[in-house]
């Protein structure tokens, strides 16, 4: 039996306006995506059977691809359609849904004008990792050596595979290490966010996030803000120092796949899984599942 491996389940993919068997579902080797990183996705989380802010990832994935100079060969209502049929071909409600949008193979080289843009939805089971017990230990993260790259470098507010190098380097460190993950400073040494995840604090009652002016924006950010000023919380976005962390009390990331996940060590820094921490972490999980 061959090895487990994402190219080779059960299931049906979306690609390029079809129903694909899983397993053809393939790119050929000379695909500028994989040489030049022309490439943007999503990630998406569906709950009950519903993907939670669909529309707002689909926007972000076309301004993604806007940003890389690729047009999208579809309309976001079919990349919509796309998504939510394909859970239920699958027949999965608590499920990850990756779109992704590529650049194919007619030229090979650094120019890419010819080059036909192509598009592709899979969705695999992702039921709940931790219990909130679970996460509520915490989540241990190295500072990373790497940089989150000025806004003038590269697209920062695309989600685009070329800025997860260094996520993935500064991961593979982190685990090496005996990490969860790791924490990015940006290109002035200010506090960024983690390698999939961005991250607030708590000190005093109040909340602090820092501006994301050179990485994304994050969904579940926004919503985490929303639901922190339904508690009445301030939250405050600004540069945050390294060197703040020492005074923070709590702290925890956000994202579609890390939720609300309180952290308890960044580097030589500790945060204790505080009250305001378990209480956004609820309010997430009941916001998602269509609870509140
Ligand atoms: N930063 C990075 C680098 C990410 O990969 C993600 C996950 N998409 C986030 C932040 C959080 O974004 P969202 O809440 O929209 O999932």
Redesign the pocket.
């Known amino acids: 039996m061959a090895a487990a491996s994402f190219d080779n389940m059960d299931g049906k993919i979306w690609m390029d306006g079809e129903f694909r068997d899983w397993t053809d579902a393939n790119v050929h080797v000379l695909t500028h995506a994989i040489h030049y990183a022309s490439s943007v996705f999503e990630?998406q989380r569906a709950y009950c059977g519903k993907i939670f802010k669909l529309e707002e990832h689909t926007d972000r994935l076309f301004h993604s691809a806007e940003l890389l100079g690729m047009t999208v060969p579809w309309t976001k209502a079919q990349i919509n359609d796309a998504c939510n049929e394909l859970l239920e071909i699958n027949k999965l409600t608590d499920a990850y849904c990756r779109p992704v949008i590529w650049r194919g193979s007619e030229m090979m080289g650094v120019s890419a004008q010819a080059n036909t843009i192509h598009a592709a939805v899979a969705v695999w089971e992702w039921p709940s990792y931790f219990s909130p017990e679970a996460r509520l230990k915490g989540l241990r993260l190295e500072i990373s050596k790497w940089r989150r790259p000025a806004p003038d470098t590269i697209p920062t507010q695309a989600?685009a595979a070329g800025l997860y190098m260094i996520?993935t380097l500064s991961k593979h460190a982190a685990e090496a290490n005996g990490f969860d993950d790791a924490l990015m400073y940006d290109y002035r040494g200010l506090v960024a966010?983690a390698?999939?995840?961005?991250i607030f604090f708590v000190k005093g009652g109040e909340l602090f996030t820092p501006t994301p002016d050179c990485?994304?924006d994050?969904?579940?950010?926004r919503t985490v803000i929303d639901l922190a000023h339904k508690r009445g919380l301030k939250v405050t976005e600004r540069a945050i120092m390294p060197e703040e962390m020492e005074q923070f009390e709590q702290a925890f990331l956000?994202?579609?796949?890390a939720e609300v996940s309180p952290l308890s060590q960044i580097g030589p820094y500790n945060f204790e899984v505080g009250g305001i921490t378990k209480s956004l972490m609820l309010d997430y999980d009941a916001l998602v599942r269509g609870e509140s």
């Open positions: 990630g989600k996520c966010e390698t999939g995840a961005n990485f994304l994050g969904i579940t950010r956000t994202g579609t796949a």
